[in-house]
């Protein structure tokens, strides 16, 4: 089997060290996490872990299985980057003169629809929003002029098809 991404979805209630326990699954078969978003999900009092991991589909079957056992665990699903639709942001930290400076600083963030989302006389922040890959080619772009800072969120995501956690707690709440 193939390397691949997988997004990994994971339900939970909102409990202390669940989270280390969930990456110690990922440490002991030495995958790496690529990204990780805890949010609170479209179920009230419910949590989402999405974590992204570049790995053989069957390691992503035994590691959701894991996931599982965990007792604040609800329900883990897993998808392929072409069953999601998903997004990551960046902040990117630019010294000021380079915006007025350097027309092709203006040309980048015209081409790659980036916000400017403030401007002081030492610094500007761009804000993009989209693929790992758009995010990337943003950096390789802007790195040759001097990036001061640069942040990427984790992976946040929603699947194509209709995901079937709010019929599964219906049911576990009516029993």
């Given amino acids: 089997m193939e390397n691949q991404w997988f997004t990994i979805s994971v339900y939970s209630e909102n409990h202390v060290g669940l989270l280390n326990r969930i990456s110690g699954i990922f440490l002991k078969r030495h995958i790496n996490i690529e990204s990780l978003n805890v949010s609170k999900s479209e179920i009230e009092g419910i949590s989402k872990f999405t ?3 570049n790995t053989t589909e069957n390691w992503t079957r035994h590691i959701v299985a894991q996931i599982e ?3 604040e665990v609800i329900k883990a699903f897993y998808h392929t980057d072409e069953e999601t639709i998903y997004q990551e942001s960046a902040l990117f930290k630019i010294a000021s ?4 400076d350097e027309r092709q ?3 980048i963030i015209k081409e790659s629809h980036a916000q400017i989302v403030t401007v002081s ?5 761009l804000a993009k929003t989209g693929r790992r890959s758009e995010i990337d080619e943003m950096h390789d772009q802007l790195e040759p002029f001097g990036i001061m ?3 990427r969120s984790g992976r946040i995501a929603v699947t194509k098809a209709e995901m079937p956690i709010t019929a599964l707690l219906a049911e576990f709440q009516q029993a």
């Fill in 51 to 53: 974590i992204v991991v």
């Fill in 97 to 100: 003169h380079l915006l007025f």
């Fill in 105 to 107: 600083i203006q040309n």
């Fill in 121 to 125: 006389r030492d610094f500007f922040v």
């Fill in 149 to 151: 800072q640069f942040v």
């Fill in 69 to 71: 056992k965990q007792i």
